[in-house]
């Protein structure tokens, strides 16, 4: 089981804090959490092209979609920012 944190505007756009999951990899997540997403807010317009385009963290380094997970690990996904 890994926990997930979500961040930024996937936070904001999912109504998803953080959850647990079991997945090998971080993509394996996808699909998980928009299936959360969407139970917890039927509105959401999230898609996995958005969830793919997220900053990835595992236990503070920098991940990617294809990155192995194990029991225990930390996700962070953080949605990109930008601004001037």
């Not at 505007?9 to 997540?29: F, H, I, M, P, S």
């Not at 959490?33 to 898609?47: C, D, G, M």
């Amino acid at each position: 089981m890994v926990h997930v944190k979500l961040f930024g505007l996937l936070r904001l756009d999912t109504g998803l804090k953080e959850l647990n999951a079991q997945a090998a990899t971080v993509g394996d997540l996808y699909p998980i959490l928009l299936a959360e997403a969407k139970r917890i807010k039927p509105s959401t317009t999230v898609t996995a092209k958005d969830v793919d385009g997220c900053v990835i963290l595992i236990n503070g380094k920098q991940g990617k979609k294809s990155s192995r997970l194990k029991d225990g690990d930390q996700v962070l996904l953080m949605s990109p920012v930008c601004g001037g």
